[in-house]
């Protein structure tokens, strides 16, 4: 069921980027389409990732596993969802109460059922709106080694050696394509980035279906 969901997600964001390329051969080089392949490409970078990373979480609840035989990084999204005013950007000012709070929590989590958000037949769903996992729309490295420490994928493995890449071949031209400024990036360029989105989400998809396979959420 799992490999399923992430191999549907994958295929029309797969099919999306390959069109795309045809449309800009087919229309010499537009480069309004050489533009929106680009920021077309970073989009389902972030998305997939998110996607995949959130319907692994769904699947970890759909096992009705007590918090307390998982792996302390899965069990701590809900107390991340519960009190998400300890990880926002005004950290340094929650009051101790509210620390107490989650400590006083934190025994009474541990033997609940990992339960993220449900369907109308009480099934686990990927929530597109408050994901359990956030990709705080920009992937950027730092961003994709918390979403990998999370779920226990092989960051130094998958992102490491790419980093310049992501920063600065990926993200860098998409943000300014996106706030209006005049980058038009070459053939070349959207080839190179369409390739590394296209194969980054394949490796995406089977790494996480092996952490599934692995039971690696467990203790």
């Not at 950290?91 to 989590?109: D, H, R």
């Not at 053939?187 to 995406?204: A, D, G, K, R, W």
Request: charged share 30%; net charge negative.
């Amino acid at each position: 069921m799992l490999l399923e969901e992430l191999d549907q997600d994958l295929q029309w964001r797969k099919k999306e980027i390959l069109d795309i390329r045809t449309l800009i051969i087919a229309n010499d080089y537009l480069p309004c389409l050489l533009r929106s392949c680009f920021t077309l490409s970073c989009a389902h970078f972030e998305g997939y990732i998110r996607y995949a990373s959130n319907a692994y979480i769904a699947y970890i609840a759909g096992q009705k596993i007590e918090c307390r035989k998982l792996k302390l990084e899965i069990a701590a999204i809900l107390i991340r969802k519960k009190h998400y005013n300890l990880f926002s950007n005004n950290q340094y000012k929650v009051k101790t109460s509210v620390v107490k709070k989650a400590l006083e929590e934190y025994e009474n989590i541990l033997s609940q059922q990992f339960i993220i958000k449900l369907n109308d037949n009480a099934e686990p769903i990927v929530d597109e709106d408050e994901p359990a996992i956030p990709t705080e729309s920009n992937p950027k490295p730092d961003v994709l080694k918390e979403i990998t420490q999370i779920i226990g994928l092989d960051y130094e493995n998958m992102f490491k050696a790419r980093e310049p890449f992501i920063d600065r071949e990926l993200l860098n031209p998409r943000h300014n394509i996106v706030h209006g400024r005049r980058r038009v990036p070459n053939y070349n360029e959207v080839i190179e980035v369409t390739n590394y989105v296209l194969e980054i989400m394949e490796t995406y998809k089977e790494s996480v279906y092996s952490l599934a396979e692995k039971e690696d959420y467990l203790k």
